[in-house]
């Protein structure tokens, strides 16, 4: 099967074999025949109209669109405190710390798996943050003061009283009862020395 070559290759090749030829016209040739697609060949006014189209669109967007967002973006930098920068710049020093690490001593997920952990047992855990902090009680009792559970919270105590059966929850009612009665005896028993005092 023989290919048909075009005239404008033959004629850049012809220029190639002159004895006089420049070395740029080798380049030229090579160029010309790694061309995937003769533009040459195309109509490029569709081209030409579409990128007019899109090119008046993205200048409509820089010149009017882009100077609103930077204002907004501006009001809403301005009103930030000297503590949310100073948060912001931390959080961008950790993280450069983290790639310094991990770059020399590839240690990256270990800092950022102990930072996890920390900030769940001090900042996560205090009593100052989160539901806790409005005076509301967790549904977990391990994040609230104390480790208070939440009223018909479900603890060992109650699933034993619950589930394990008559003996299970008349031994639990029995603990219970007994508790109540040696609270009323020390009542007495302080009642009764207040009155010897007197």
């Known amino acids: 099967m023989h290919l048909k070559v075009a005239p404008r290759s033959r004629k850049i090749w012809d220029e190639t074999r002159k004895p006089n030829a420049p070395k740029s016209s080798l380049l030229r040739a090579i160029l010309y025949e ?37 204002k907004s973006l501006g009001k809403f930098l301005k009103k930030r405190s000297i503590g ?50 409005d005076g509301r009680m967790s549904a977990y009792a ?19 009283a619950q589930h394990a059966g008559g003996g299970g929850g008349a031994l639990a009612f029995r603990q219970q009862q007994q508790q109540q009665q040696g609270e009323d005896r020390w009542e007495e028993e302080e009642e009764e020395e207040e009155d010897e005092m007197e």
């Open 34 to 70: 790694l061309q995937p697609i003769r533009f040459s060949t195309i109509d490029t006014t569709f081209f030409e109209k579409w990128g007019r189209y899109y090119l008046e669109g993205i200048r409509i967007f820089t010149m009017e669109c882009i100077p609103i967002v930077v």
């Open 142 to 160: 391990v994040f609230n003061q104390g480790f208070q559970s939440m009223m018909g919270d479900v603890d060992v105590e109650n699933l034993i």
């Open 84 to 133: 949310w920068w100073c948060k912001v710049l931390g959080i961008v020093l950790y993280w450069h710390m983290i790639k310094f690490l991990h770059r020399t001593m590839e240690a990256g997920p270990i800092v950022l798996i102990l930072t996890a952990l920390i900030a769940i047992f001090t900042y996560g855990l205090s009593d100052d943050t989160g539901a806790t902090a």
